[in-house]
């Protein structure tokens, strides 16, 4: 039997993979999510009522763009390409993460654990990039979302870290680690001589892609676009730690 058709996704969250002609009708109003969603929209408007203005716009954009990437057909297109998903995490991790993290009160990124931070968010990049556990978010909605609530956790802990360190050359380099990291993993997916996700063997072809090049494809997402963020903030912490000694010079 082919291993492609014997793959089930009957409990995929997103549900089935679509075809390109149906892709726009899949919006997902699943009522849990957009219960959560409402919930968590209160809760901004509540505990940052008083907060300052960048913080209020912060949150706003990450609930926006939250909602976007788990309502929006995206959420079903990431069922059919590998590469879907991964936009889909990265905007996760790059966009949404940060955004969060500049909400969240500043006195909590005082004293931020910035390697034990690095540590936890590349094992839950890399881990859930395993085929076995990637696989696996196919199979029940609570092993999806526990794949998007420890990427979007841990991420937020490093961007807090990051954006809120009083050490702003320890920031940049742990930046620039995650940076390598997760740019080496999309340098193995890309030179992959194989296709390695097995839920997306038979679903990319309804897009024009073979299994192989949407892999490739998602790999230089994760390797190149993916790192502009980070690579971004280490020129800021550089800038920031150089700025002290420039003016001392002057």
């Not at 395993?130 to 998007?148: E, I, N």
């Not at 991420?155 to 080496?184: D, N, Y």
Request: charged share 10%; with cysteine; proline share 8%.
């Amino acid at each position: 039997m082919d291993p492609a058709s014997a793959f089930s996704f009957d409990m995929s969250y997103c549900g089935p993979p679509p075809t390109g002609d149906e892709l726009w009708s899949r919006w997902n109003f699943e009522p849990v999510l957009l219960i959560v969603l409402a919930l968590a929209a209160l809760w901004g408007l509540l505990a940052l009522r008083g907060a300052a203005r960048s913080r209020q716009a912060a949150f706003a954009g990450a609930w926006i763009m939250a909602s976007a990437l788990f309502i929006s057909p995206l959420c079903a297109l990431s069922v059919a390409l590998f590469s879907a998903r991964v936009g889909h995490h990265v905007l996760l991790t790059m966009v949404v993460a940060p955004l969060l993290a500049w909400a969240l009160p500043a006195a909590w990124g005082r004293r931020p654990r910035l390697l034990p931070a690095l540590i936890v968010s590349t094992l839950a990049l890399w881990l859930w990039h395993t085929p076995d556990l990637y696989a696996a978010a196919f199979s029940h909605p609570a092993l999806y979302w526990a794949m998007q609530a420890s990427l979007i956790a841990s991420f937020a802990w490093l961007w807090l870290g990051l954006l809120r360190s009083g050490a702003p050359m320890s920031a940049g380099v742990v930046a620039l680690s995650s940076a390598i990291q997760m740019g080496l993993l999309g340098a193995l997916l890309v030179f992959a001589p194989a296709p390695l996700y097995l839920p997306h063997f038979g679903t990319t072809l309804a897009f024009g892609l073979a299994s192989l090049d949407d892999q490739q494809l998602g790999g230089l997402i994760m390797w190149v676009p993916a790192n502009l963020p980070l690579l971004a903030l280490v020129l800021w912490r550089l800038l920031d730690a150089l700025g002290p000694r420039r003016e001392a010079a002057g």
